[in-house]
């Protein structure tokens, strides 16, 4: 059964960092690119970031590049997001989420699976 | 990279048919069919409910279906159901940016 399960969300005072986490578990990890996507309280979801299967190629939103840092280690089959120089406006909650499609940027489609997410709330 | 645009909100009774919009550009929607969309329960996270414009995830009800043209996909739900109370949210992959681009969402009431 596929699982990917976040970790890492908390409060934090603005300007402060974090580093979110999503272990995953019941397939190749190393096969499948990955994103992190956000939703604000009460709005909508935005994507945040991807990250090919081997960690070679990455993309950012405009509204978080310079900022954010996605990452993965394939030996641990986790997903990482660090997040510097927090704003309020980063409050929401963070999911990860899988691409069926492999491990390659120039081949992704969608999302076929997701974590539960995990709530960073930035605020002092 | 502005969002795509659905409707903010849409409203059925049950056994009805409705669509729900989501217009892009042509360098983003119009420009492959890597559209997706995803339903999302109070609470919850999304799920995929179409991906690549009209393909549906095994599991998913044949009561949904996908279409696109142009530059505006759609999201169609047949026989609606009280179970489909929910927001519903598209996306566009572009390849050519490397980048995903969601739709405002939109929330489905089931009269």
């Known amino acids: 059964e596929v699982q990917l399960v976040e970790s890492g969300g908390g409060l934090v005072q603005p300007g402060g960092s974090l580093r979110l986490s999503c272990a995953a578990s019941g397939f190749a990890f190393n096969n499948y690119a990955f994103s992190w996507v956000r939703q604000a309280p009460g709005k909508g979801l935005e994507w945040v970031s991807v990250i090919s299967g081997s960690g070679g190629s990455t993309n950012y939103a405009d509204s978080v590049k310079g900022r954010f840092t996605i990452s993965r280690d394939n030996s641990k089959n986790t997903l990482y997001l660090h997040i510097n120089s927090l704003r309020p406006e980063d409050t929401a909650v963070y999911y990860c989420?899988?691409?069926?499609?492999?491990?390659?940027?120039?081949?992704?489609?969608?999302?076929?699976?997701w974590g539960q997410g995990t709530l960073v709330a930035v605020s002092s | 990279q502005s969002g795509l645009t659905q409707p903010a909100s849409l409203s059925g009774s049950p056994g009805q048919s409705i669509s729900i919009s989501c217009t892009g550009t042509?360098?983003?929607?119009?420009?492959?069919?890597?559209v997706s969309w995803y339903q999302q329960r109070p609470g919850k996270a999304p799920q995929l409910m179409i991906y690549?414009?009209?393909e549906r995830p095994s599991g998913i009800s044949n009561r949904f279906s996908g279409s696109k043209s142009g530059n505006t996909a759609s999201l169609t739900i047949s026989g609606l159901q009280a179970e489909d109370e929910a927001d519903y949210y598209c996306?566009?992959?572009?390849?050519?940016?490397?980048?995903?681009?969601f739709g405002g969402g939109t929330k489905l009431t089931v009269l």
């Open positions: 996306c566009s992959y572009t390849r050519s940016t490397k980048t995903f681009l």
């Open positions: 690549e414009v009209s």
């Open positions: 989420a899988r691409d069926p499609r492999g491990r390659f940027l120039e081949l992704l489609s969608n999302f076929d699976y």
């Open positions: 042509s360098s983003d929607v119009g420009s492959y069919n890597l």
